[in-house]
Nanobody
Framework: QVQLVESGGGLVQAGGSLRLSCVAS????????IDWYRQAPGKERELVAR???????NYADYVKGRFTIYRDNTKSKMYLQMNSLKPEDTAVYYC????????WGQGTQVTVSS
């Protein structure tokens, strides 16, 4: 079992930055991929960024060059650094980890004003 707690969301002006955090507890050594997803009102949840167990990162085209996913060496803390935020980045952001099962955080709201 893995438990995830997210934080770091909030209200920011366009062009600003936020850093989202996701703290994992439980069987963290079984974690493979770590993802950040987001879901805007009326839209489906979409993958924003991924970091694999080996440290390989992948990003959705619409965040490349602006967002960075990383984790600490203990693998218990994962982050999404978001720079140059745009109003269209407004969404609830979720962290997700994959072991033999999939675990989701509770989500954190990010609102970018124009």
């Amino acid at each position: 079992q893995v438990q995830l707690v997210e934080s770091g969301g909030g209200l920011v002006q366009a062009g600003g930055s936020l850093r989202l955090s996701c703290v994992a507890s439980g069987n963290i050594f079984s974690i493979n991929d770590i993802d950040w997803y987001r879901q805007a009102p009326g839209k489906e949840r979409e993958l924003v960024a991924r970091i694999t167990r080996c440290g390989t990162t992948n990003y959705a085209d619409y965040v490349k060059g602006r967002f960075t996913i990383y984790r600490d060496n203990t693998k218990s803390k994962m982050y999404l650094q978001m720079n140059s935020l745009k109003p269209e980045d407004t969404a609830v952001y979720y962290c997700k980890v994959t072991t033999a099962r999939i675990y989701w955080g509770q989500g954190t709201q990010v609102t970018v004003s124009s």
